[in-house]
């Protein structure tokens, strides 16, 4: 590509570019003519360069995060423009952000159009209150997955982005836990609504304590992040109160019924795996280095059980409203 420009001779000013070359003819009238000629393939380079990606080691310190995981890293890139252009070609969070976005926008969708007509029955006794609370459970676990997603995009931008979307992030689990907790209480004491309203009280108490150790920088520091752990296992572990609660009062039978609990267990069981699996760096930590950078590495296994999770507590919510509605219709 070649342009011309006539310029004043006072007016000119020498510039270095690898894409550009410059040549100056001095006319009759003591103009100077400026002709640049622009190497159109190292203009395509340079525009596709940010796609470039970086290996461990030429990470900044605080973009390092697994060791295991050698490559396919977009390297910091100070640009929110950047960040989502990222979303338009692979690299090593790809398979984290869209695990995510796509089911987050799937919840997102049940709760607006289609899960009312689609998935739930309608029976006589069905209220207001089984639109709600359905519908928190959604809204919750979209949320979870839309804040996962947004993280796992934007954490290249910069240390003072990644952080606040970790903690964005840490909210948005949080926000799941609660959700889903809520909704099970609800079809769990449907008909002792001093002990739901009591335990949904307990589930957002701690709920807002645990959101505060999180967002609070202290817990942030590596020393302080075992104790940020321990906050958010105590409160997932805080469900089993109103269930052995309910266990005691109801029988284990009665409530197995009631919140369909076989699909709670498996719901547990993912969780549970993914955890392990995400704490051990599995499979990455024992195999070949370099083997899982793009593709089958634990934090995109996490996503998943995480995901899978999420439908068994789904389904154990549609079963206890079914089962629910049965008995008073029958
Ligand atoms: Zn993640």
């Not at 003819?25 to 203009?43: H, P, Q």
């Not at 029988?251 to 955890?275: D, H, M, P, Q, S």
Request: some cysteine; charged content about 15%; aromatic content about 14%.
């Amino acid at each position: 590509m070649t342009e011309q420009t006539v310029v004043k001779r006072s007016r000119i000013t020498r510039s270095r570019s690898s894409s550009t070359v410059s040549t100056f003819t001095e006319t009759a009238e003591g103009d100077i003519i400026v002709t640049t000629t622009t190497n159109a393939k190292t203009t395509r380079r340079e525009s596709f360069s940010y796609r470039a990606l970086a290996k461990f080691h030429e990470l900044p310190i605080w973009q390092r995060d697994n060791d295991k995981i050698l490559s396919g890293y977009v390297k910091e890139t100070n640009s929110f423009t950047r960040c989502f252009k990222s979303l338009f070609y692979f690299h090593n969070e790809s398979i984290n952000v869209y695990s995510h976005l796509i089911p987050s926008i799937i919840y997102i969708a049940m709760a607006m159009f289609c899960f009312d007509k689609l998935c739930i029955k309608v029976f006589p006794s069905t209220s207001l209150y089984d639109y709600v609370f359905i519908n928190i459970f959604l809204l919750g676990c979209a949320t979870c997955l839309m804040f996962s997603g947004c993280f796992h995009c934007l954490k290249q931008h910069s240390e003072a982005q990644s952080i606040l979307w970790s903690k964005i992030d840490y909210l948005g689990i949080i926000v799941l836990i609660s959700c889903s907790m809520i909704s099970v209480i609800y079809y769990g004491y449907f008909d002792h609504p001093d002990m739901m309203w009591s335990f949904i009280t307990m589930v957002l108490v701690l709920g807002t304590i645990c959101s505060l150790v999180v967002t609070n920088d202290t817990f942030n520091q590596q020393h302080w992040k075992p104790v940020r752990a321990t906050f958010f296992v105590m409160f997932a572990l805080s469900g089993l109160i109103p269930m052995l609660f309910g266990i005691i009062k109801f029988g284990y039978l009665e409530v197995l019924n009631r919140i369909c609990l076989k699909f709670i267990w498996l719901e547990t069981i993912f969780y549970l795996l993914g955890a392990i699996i995400y704490g051990c760096k599995l499979p990455e930590s024992i195999l070949h280095p370099g083997t899982v950078d793009l593709l089958g590495n634990s934090h995109q296994m996490f996503h998943c059980m995480v995901v899978l999770g999420s439908i068994c507590h789904c389904k154990a919510v549609i079963e206890s409203y079914n089962l629910l509605h049965r008995r008073f219709t029958s």
